[in-house]
């Protein structure tokens, strides 16, 4: 009798022991005489109990963490290969309420199948969503996706399949395919998800967009910080090859796609679409000006569709069940589903993907059963770097783009960072003042100069007495909004959203030295 | 003849440097956007890309030494002078901020006896600064070359060291 055991080769799970408990497993089946395939599968997302092993059995996969290595005699004593009862059982993964209670459309396979399997992400639906785009003309597809009302995941939310249109509108010649995963923000990690646990359907994505517009040529721009996403996605790409899925002919079809992984320098500001193309160019990664839009005169001055992981991952099930299937899930002009990650002080970190419209208060108390140290909730960084500190006090907005930009916010990626009540705001406005100095490309002044004012400025508003600080305060201000209404791309451009937010929600944080 | 009067012009390299450098121009310099991965390749090779090094890319690539000195100083990850055995990365954003990362951060740098960007004096390791490794959801995280670390913690960080050290 053969059984199966799942240990996640997400990078996260690896960085709380998920090798040494693979190992141990295997090892422990060989010295029991048990047949044992481990399989390395993806992450669930259930953070707080990863390593979270898994056992397939006939009732369906069984879930133990978070698992040690220690741990494995004992769960081989309870003969945890056929689901048997142990101290660490969570029972039927699917029956965890953090992963029952989601809507799980781009992540619908990451942590079920083995990454490095094409046979498996066959067998669980994938290519499907090629195989109707390669009956379809280009602009088929394009508008299938626009009817999804699909917008950017990366953070700009713009619609794709407009991007998608200008660039096959563009005549003939060279096109590309570009995808940002230059995920640099923090309290992010669905990118690497995907790429880690389902690199399959990034690539298959990729490919329907490439014989959407005419491109014959992709690039993944992967952030170096990411090594096990680079593995996982070069030996798929290398899978994909080998089938015949990437290549001259894919899929029979006589349509040509190629996909190659280059990796990013470690610059933030690379996120940023048009410096990506520099970047790739082989250049420094400096903002370009927009007009020529990328789909136009994109990457080596040819048309170009930038989209980042999610987006791209997310139009195989668009294309498999339809724009009307996606574009039913989602509230207002926020269609589809959001892959939601939660990070930082948080009880039950990780990954949620719901349709738009639920409330930020379901998604930090609800899934994320409050701080994980136990204190109230102050505040909540959603969408990077660059996002607002939204206060408990309006825990209540809705999940949608558009309500986040009216509270003064943003989305962006769909990352919220949890602070509990014993942060100091000051000091988080002038981080994010740093961070803008240290990750400006250099291009235009609010940015370059204006962030390191920026710091200057807090340093003297938390050193100085009350008239000082009001002087200062209103020369913060006034830098704000030459920074907001005067640099060239988003990273000048938004940095004061977390400074005003500190300003406008915690001002009693800038006053802590108040004499 | 034009490349025979262009190596005149370069400095002396020490011959395991140079051999290193054309492996990798031969080998990738024809991609399209070819820089950053011939950079990405010689620093794999070396640890470092040399400053001596940077007129003979230039010249395998049809480049300026300014455009590639350009380069390599405008992203974080490339760096011009070998490192520790060990790259120490930790991580100083927002998620790791929130479980404790300042602290961590001034821990590790009164432990190693550095600050960022310097190398310990047995050069066993070199402290560097990230900012998102992408393991938010366990914070605070460090990555020792590609290894990476969660829910790391002053105290789980010397059990780390000691047990390198031994």
Not at chain 2, 138 to 154: F, H, K, N
Request: charged share 20%; net charge negative.
């Amino acid at each position: 009798m053969s059984f199966t055991v799942y240990v996640p080769r997400d990078a996260s799970a690896l960085s709380l022991g998920a090798e040494a408990v693979a190992h141990a497993i295997a090892a422990e089946a060989a010295r029991r005489n048990i047949d044992i395939k481990v399989v390395r599968n993806g992450s669930r997302g259930l953070y707080w109990l990863e390593p979270m092993v898994e056992v397939a059995t006939p009732e369906g996969r069984v879930a133990y963490g978070p698992v040690q290595k220690a741990d494995i005699k004992a769960l081989f004593d309870a003969n945890f290969f056929e689901g048997g009862k142990h101290a660490l059982s969570l029972g039927l993964t699917e029956e965890i309420d953090f992963l029952k209670n989601q809507q799980r459309l781009t992540f619908a396979r990451v942590g079920i199948v083995d990454p490095r399997s094409l046979d498996d992400y066959r067998a669980h639906g994938g290519y499907r969503g090629l195989e109707t785009a390669l009956r379809m003309d280009g602009a088929a597809i394009v508008q299938a996706v626009t009817d999804s009302g699909l917008r950017g995941r990366g953070g700009a939310a713009f619609p794709a399949g407009i991007k998608w249109k200008t660039c096959h509108d563009v005549q003939g010649g060279q096109k590309y395919i570009v995808c940002n995963a230059d995920e640099g923000d923090s309290g992010t990690y669905s990118d690497r998800m995907i790429m880690e646990g389902d690199p399959f359907v990034l690539i298959e994505g990729m490919t329907i967009a490439g014989i959407a517009v005419g491109a014959t040529q992709g690039y993944i721009y992967l952030r170096v910080e990411y090594p096990h996403a680079q593995r996982a996605l070069e030996a798929a790409i290398a899978a994909a090859e080998t089938a015949g899925y990437l290549g001259d002919n894919i899929g029979g079809s006589g349509k040509a796609f190629r996909l190659e992984v280059r990796m990013a320098g470690g610059a933030y500001i690379c996120g940023e679409e048009t410096s990506l193309l520099e970047s790739l160019e082989g250049k420094r990664g400096q903002v370009r000006f927009k007009p020529p839009l990328p789909a136009i005169q994109g990457l080596f001055g040819k048309p170009t569709v930038i989209n980042n992981v999610i987006t791209l991952a997310t139009v195989p099930i668009i294309l498999e069940k339809g724009a009307t299937y996606y574009r039913d899930y989602g509230v207002g002009r926020s269609r589809g589903t959001l892959p939601i990650q939660l990070a930082g002080n948080i009880k039950h970190a990780g990954l949620v993907e719901r349709a738009f419209g639920l409330t930020l208060r379901e998604l930090i108390e609800g899934y994320g059963g409050g701080t994980a140290s136990g204190r109230a909730v102050r505040a909540i960084q959603v969408g990077g770097p660059l996002g607002a500190y939204i206060p408990a006090s309006q825990l209540d907005v809705q999940v949608d783009y558009e309500a986040f930009v009216a509270i003064g916010g943003m989305l962006g990626h769909g990352g919220m960072v949890v602070f509990d009540d014993t942060v100091d705001m000051a000091a988080q406005a002038r981080y994010a003042m740093e961070f803008c100095a240290i990750e400006s490309c250099g291009k235009c002044t609010p940015c370059r100069i204006g962030s390191t004012r920026g710091v200057e400025v807090i340093d003297r508003i938390v050193a100085g007495n009350a008239a000082e600080r009001e002087r200062e305060e209103v020369l913060l201000r006034d830098l704000c909004n030459t920074m907001l209404a005067g640099s060239l791309c988003a990273l000048g451009g938004m940095a004061p959203f977390p400074v005003l937010s500190a300003l406008d929600h915690f001002h009693e944080d800038f006053e802590a030295s108040a004499t | 003849m034009k490349r025979a009067a262009n190596v005149a012009k370069l400095p002396d390299l020490p011959e395991e440097i140079r051999a290193a450098v054309l492996e990798v121009t031969d080998r990738l310099k024809d991609l399209p956007g070819a820089l950053l991965p011939v950079l990405h390749g010689v620093q794999e090779a070396l640890g470092y890309v040399p400053e001596d090094a940077v007129p003979l890319i230039a010249r395998e690539m049809n480049l300026s030494r300014a455009d590639v000195h350009g380069v390599i100083s405008f992203y974080h990850f490339f760096r011009s002078h070998p490192s520790g055995r060990r790259v120490i990365y930790v991580c100083r954003a927002e998620s790791c901020q929130a479980m404790g990362a300042v602290t961590l951060e001034k821990h590790i740098k009164q432990r190693l006896g550095v600050d960022f960007h310097q190398t310990t004096a047995d050069g066993a390791y070199t402290l560097e600064p990230v900012y998102c490794l992408g393991n938010c959801a366990c914070s605070p995280a460090i990555m020792v070359d590609d290894e990476l670390q969660g829910r790391m913690t002053p105290a789980r960080f010397d059990a780390w060291l000691d047990a390198e050290a031994t």
